[in-house]
């Protein structure tokens, strides 16, 4: 089991930048890819960033060059830097574990319970 907690979600303005923190605790967390997920109001939880067990990163075209996502295993924290934050960004972001191998599909197997990003225009 790995259990995942979101923090640092919030209410700013477009233009703005905020910092997602996920905190994992249970087994070997540098075994796990882990991601990030944003689901805005009557939309699917789509992919926005990844990091797999080797650093390596993957995002989603939407956020290309305004977010980075980053691990530190020793702390067992997976981040999500958002800049340039746009009104469509908002959402609930999830973060998520799979083991071994990085995807952009749903297709992981723990998550947390999300964290509520609002960007006003």
């Known amino acids: 089991q790995v259990q995942l907690a979101e923090s640092g979600g919030g209410l700013v303005q477009a233009g703005d930048s905020l910092r997602l923190s996920c905190a994992a605790s249970?087994?070997?967390?540098?075994?796990?890819?882990v991601a990030w997920f944003r689901q805005a109001p009557g939309k699917e939880r789509d992919f926005v960033a990844g990091v797999s067990v080797s650093h390596g990163t993957n995002y989603a075209d939407s956020i290309k060059d305004r977010f980075t996502a980053s691990r530190d295993n020793a702390k067992n924290m997976v981040y999500l830097q958002m800049n340039n934050l746009k009104p469509e960004d908002t959402g609930v972001y999830f973060c998520a574990a799979r083991f071994l191998g990085l995807v952009t599909t749903r297709q992981y197997d723990y998550w947390g319970q999300g964290t509520q990003v609002t960007v006003s225009s």
């Open positions: 249970g087994r070997t967390f540098s075994n796990y890819a």
